[in-house]
């Protein structure tokens, strides 16, 4: 594809499920696209689309009047951004920094504290990689109106954006939408498995229950995952929505409140990881379940 000239010029840090489609997204969209990712081998399903390597984080930022960082947790946004060839290294006050991770507004709002020559805007996305595809993701942003208004003609490429207040409130919105996400995927594991056990036909529950209370994104698109065990290729990995699901429960603690149904669906998720399934897929949980009750009768 000819890049726009027109078009501001990207930086992509972290090219995995979501970082990959979200590039090619922009590729398609026009924009010139320069990328960086620690395991270099995944460059290869980007380059072709016109996305031009980088050697460092630093090279990125040079090259870009954006940078976007999409990776896994916040010790990995602190070495994309303060490593010795990070994007702090390239200088340039004013640049703009978009974090598209999920990690604790509290390491948001630190990591940009360090950085007070960098416009940091935390637009953390839900939506899996297919609605990254087709530019139709949630994005729930926060961070200084002037640098959201810099940064929204690249973000409404990728999907709908939400200003949520200052620095930290995208990431706060993502706590909340990572707590719906983990107690839902165990939730519709647990509904697959009993429609499964009283001899239904199970396929058939979302459209019975379409435009009912019960009716969700979770229900005409998650379950139908889980019933059908279809789970390549992965909308995401286990161990990041682990990862996610410890955050929420350290926000929770950290804001007085006991969330029982989080709590179990983190401990879930942590065998899940603890028992080999860390990169299998994020909705695959219902692999930890057992299909009969223990010997024990119920209390």
């Not at 920094?97 to 953390?124: E, H, K, N, Q, Y």
């Not at 139709?136 to 002037?146: K, V």
């Not at 697959?192 to 056990?197: H, R």
């Not at 059908?228 to 909308?235: E, G, L, S, W």
Request: negative net charge; glycine residues 10%.
């Amino acid at each position: 594809m000819t890049a726009d000239v027109s078009a501001p010029r990207i930086g992509f840090i972290g090219i995995g499920l979501m970082g990959e489609a979200m590039v090619l997204r922009l590729r398609e969209q026009g924009h010139p696209v320069t990328v960086w990712n620690r395991e270099p081998e995944r460059l290869a399903t980007v380059l072709p689309s016109g996305a031009v390597a980088a050697a460092s984080p630093a090279d990125v930022a040079a090259a870009s009047d954006v940078v976007l960082l999409c990776v896994l947790d916040a010790q990995a946004v602190e070495d994309c951004v303060f490593g010795p060839r990070g994007v702090a290294a390239a200088g340039g006050a004013g640049r703009l920094l978009v974090d598209l991770s999920t990690i604790a507004p509290a390491d948001t709002r630190a990591l940009a504290g360090r950085a007070p020559g960098l416009c940091w805007v935390d637009a953390p996305v839900s939506g899996g990689p297919a609605a990254a595809r087709a530019g139709s993701l949630a994005i729930m942003a926060g961070g200084a109106d002037a640098d959201l208004g810099r940064a929204l003609p690249v973000l409404r490429c990728l999907g709908r954006v939400t200003h949520m207040g200052p620095l930290g409130a995208g990431q706060t919105a993502k706590v909340l939408n990572q707590a719906i996400v983990g107690a839902g995927f165990a939730l519709m594991s647990e509904v697959v498995l009993l429609a499964e056990a009283a001899g239904i036909d199970a396929a058939r529950l979302p459209d019975c229950l379409a435009g009912g209370l019960a009716d969700s994104v979770l229900l005409q698109k998650i379950y139908p995952r889980i019933h059908a065990r279809a789970f390549d290729p992965p909308i995401g990995y286990a161990r990041q929505l682990s990862k996610d699901l410890q955050m929420v429960r350290a926000f929770a603690h950290a804001h007085g409140c006991a969330l029982p149904l989080v709590e179990q669906a983190a401990e879930r998720y942590a065998a899940y990881v603890a028992a080999g399934g860390a990169m299998a897929d994020s909705t695959s949980l219902i692999a930890m379940y057992r299909t009969t009750l223990p010997d024990a009768p119920l209390p």
